[in-house]
């Protein structure tokens, strides 16, 4: 336990897969005070750890703050386990249905350019047999 809150806190980045940047975003605070905070060693305030919790509902703050205990809660990782590997069959039908809307309106505008092309036909025919 003696390591830090900030040593975590690095460790909670790295496991997000988040850059320094995103991260920051993702907690909804600059990154200049993430920066400073983890450079400084100094302690996250409020904002910081209000962030972290309310974007990470899967982690254990009492292992955050106080270094007890594991990262994540094992209720919440089993669920979000599940969550993330429903958001991938999600995004796998979604590019199904997307290769399929493509496919659509690839011909919607193949069919577009038919009914142009009969229209201008149907068009000629009617102007040689009015003449």
Same mark, same amino acid.
């Given at each position: 336990m003696t390591r830090n809150i900030n040593t975590r806190l690095k460790e909670l980045i790295e496991k997000t897969g988040y850059s320094m940047v995103d991260f920051s975003k993702k907690i909804d605070v600059s990154r200049q005070t993430l920066y400073y905070m983890l450079a400084k060693d100094a302690k996250p305030g409020y904002e910081v750890i209000h962030g972290i919790?309310? =974007?990470?509902?899967? #982690? =254990? #703050?009492?292992? #955050?703050?106080?270094g007890e205990g594991t990262m994540e809660l094992e209720t919440e990782r089993r669920t979000n386990e599940e #969550?993330? =590997?429903?958001? /991938? /069959?999600?995004?796998g039908s979604l590019e199904k249905h997307q290769a399929k809307l493509d496919g659509m309106e690839a011909s919607i505008q193949r069919k577009e350019k038919q009914i142009d092309e009969l229209l201008s036909l149907v068009t000629k025919l009617v102007e040689k047999g009015s003449e």
């Open positions: 919790a309310s =974007n990470f509902p899967w #982690l =254990n #703050l009492r292992w #955050l703050i106080t #969550l993330r =590997n429903e958001i /991938d /069959d999600l995004r």
